[in-house]
């Protein structure tokens, strides 16, 4: 499938959700620089922090108590640059389309700075299109989105950072 980079998608400016952190040692390889697959570590913590503290709706009761489950079925990743041991950066979350049953987001890794080196503050190092889709954890089959989940990212997607 011949598709751009994710990080090459030019868009209008949508909703983001953010969060900046340290790279921390765990994170890293021998080398001290962060392993790609912590990246997707990383944006799955990132998901359920929005669904639960910016979309106001509790992960864990989705998956545990409600019986929803929010499986990646497709992920793209586009790396450029590498994040080190003790790098600030910020992760960021857009949703790019909301379906019936899916929602595509996009999801990107940039330099935050530090007071010794703000040369890549705001560049993109990791950028990923993951495609989540709605399922019953009691059939495992996909299922529309809750009614709450559903106003609730469509309330999301009406703010514009």
């Not at 790098?87 to 979350?93: A, K």
């Not at 790019?96 to 040369?119: C, K, N, W, Y």
Request: glycine share 8%.
């Amino acid at each position: 499938m011949d598709t751009p980079p994710v990080s090459s998608v030019a868009h209008a400016p949508r909703a983001r959700f953010e969060k900046t952190m340290r790279v921390p040692f765990s994170a890293c390889d021998p080398a001290g620089i962060m392993f790609f697959v912590q990246y997707h570590i990383l944006f799955q913590n990132l998901t359920d922090e929005w669904i639960t503290d910016g979309l106001g709706i509790s992960y864990a009761d989705l998956l545990g108590p409600r019986g929803v489950g929010l499986p990646t079925v497709r992920l793209e990743t586009d790396f450029t640059a590498p994040s080190r041991m003790g790098d600030l950066i910020t992760l960021g979350l857009e949703v790019e389309l909301l379906g019936p049953r899916s929602l595509t987001l996009i999801m990107t890794v940039r330099g935050a700075g530090d007071a010794g080196d703000a040369r890549d503050i705001g560049a993109v190092r990791v950028a990923a299109r993951q495609v989540i889709v709605c399922t019953s954890l009691e059939t495992h089959r996909s299922t529309p989105f809750p009614a709450d989940l559903r106003a609730a990212i469509e309330s999301f997607q009406t703010r514009v950072s």
